[in-house]
């Protein structure tokens, strides 16, 4: 299967917002989970936020309140809202896409991965 795409990462000062995408295949979006990952250096990858083929949402604890998890369908895509951003949200996020329909936050469950999208928040 084609792997997710990433997009819209940057460059932006503590406090501002972001967006990101994910643009999967039709059968990839098709998968029960659709995930955000990231990885800062030296550090292992952690989960961020998934949402389910059917709207349900589940988020990391440290993003809770300000990043949103959303899909569009009819687009084949994911985004991720990122606002309120702080320096230690710093990483590479990856979009991915999970078979399972339990244990989100798990990325061992996920087997399609895009290549991901720097992220970098300024003080």
């Known amino acids: 299967q084609v792997q997710p795409v990433e997009s819209g990462g940057g460059l932006v000062q503590a406090g501002g917002s972001l967006r990101l995408s994910c643009a999967a295949s039709e059968r990839t979006f098709s998968r029960p989970w659709m995930g955000w990952f990231r990885q800062a250096p030296g550090k292992e990858r952690e989960f961020v936020a998934a949402?389910?083929?059917?709207?349900?949402?589940d988020y990391a604890d440290s993003v809770k309140g300000r990043f949103t998890i959303s899909r569009d369908n009819a687009k084949n895509t994911v985004y991720l809202q990122m606002t309120s951003l702080k320096p230690e949200d710093t990483a590479v996020y990856y979009c991915?896409?999970?078979?399972?329909?339990?244990?989100?936050?798990?990325?061992?469950?996920?087997?399609?991965w895009g290549q991901g999208t720097q992220v970098t928040v300024s003080s």
């Open positions: 949402i389910m083929s059917n709207g349900r949402t």
């Open positions: 991915a896409a999970s078979k399972y329909l339990t244990a989100p936050r798990l990325d061992s469950r996920y087997d399609l």
